[in-house]
């Protein structure tokens, strides 16, 4: 009964994201660009009005609250809470129009233990429910390799953090490579399918991460702040999620070494 219950809500997540999904593609409203924090920190009526439609759709589906970037608030993360990122790679939808995606994950007194991330461009549904593995449009994603260190693997950072930490710009010269595509949780996404070993960002916030944060741990990526404490997806920070041996040699590499 209770694994029934699990799949209903998440068919109720993934039927809002898909539908939420299409009115990325085909807004039917001006853009209308304005910047938040930054001049690269960006919001359209589009993520507003795809907040609100997955907001409403939730609640009325659930009763549970909802957080979300455009303006949805929370009194507590107590008992289950919604988190919701409309687009999360603003600047690829509106310069690219690919590499950016709805994130959706409901969680249980701070614990994501349901996540939709939706590649709209892509047409790629990932989910995940706690302990039931995760999926990518109804396949499941196999287990990352738990063996393979940096130096095999893809590793997906930004401009801001190689310059942040010195000893990251060697730890990516040793990897097979550095790629950015500037959507947090696609790029988790892509560690928990196995495309990329790593992923490092040193500020993300709740509906940034925590869909993608269940899909990595559900095929057994770690995911940590930056520092290898333990992650909490209510607070806004740094993040590592990297496959285990890609994780500890990180850690050991960025932070724990000896200069």
């Known amino acids: 009964m209770e694994n029934d219950k699990w799949q209903k809500l998440l068919d109720c ?6 539908q939420a999904a299409e009115m990325a593609l085909e807004p039917g409203i001006e853009l209308n660009i304005e910047t938040k924090s930054n001049r690269n920190d960006l919001v359209t009526d589009v993520d507003k009005a795809i907040e609100q439609f997955i907001a409403d759709q939730m609640t009325a589906a659930t009763g549970y609250p909802v957080l979300g970037e455009e303006g949805h608030e929370v009194d507590s993360f107590e008992g289950r809470v919604w988190l919701v990122d409309p687009i999360d790679g603003t600047m690829n939808y509106i310069e690219t129009r690919r590499d950016y995606a709805i994130s959706l994950a409901l969680c249980e007194n701070g614990v994501p233990v349901l996540a939709v ?39 997906l950072t930004d401009l801001k953090e190689i310059r942040a930490l010195p000893r990251l710009a060697q730890v990516l010269a ?3 490579g550095h790629r950015r595509y500037g959507s947090a949780a696609l790029e988790m996404v892509e560690v928990a399918a ?66």
């Open 174 to 176: 040793e990897s097979r």
């Open 194 to 259: 196995g495309r990329a070993g790593g992923f490092v960002h040193l500020w993300v916030s709740p509906w940034d991460i925590a869909a993608a944060t269940l899909i990595c741990t559900e095929t057994g990526c770690l995911v940590s702040r930056f520092d290898g404490s333990n992650m909490d997806v209510r607070q806004k920070g740094s993040v590592m999620a990297a496959w285990p041996k890609v994780h500890s040699g990180l850690l050991y590499r960025l932070v724990q070494a000896p200069n």
């Open 117 to 155: 991330v939706q590649d709209v461009a892509a047409g790629k549904t990932y989910t995940a429910t706690l302990g039931g593995g995760a999926f990518c449009n109804g396949t499941p994603l196999e287990k990352v390799d738990p063996d393979v260190d940096f130096q095999q693997v893809v590793l």
């Open 13 to 18: 997540a993934v039927s809002t994201v898909k």
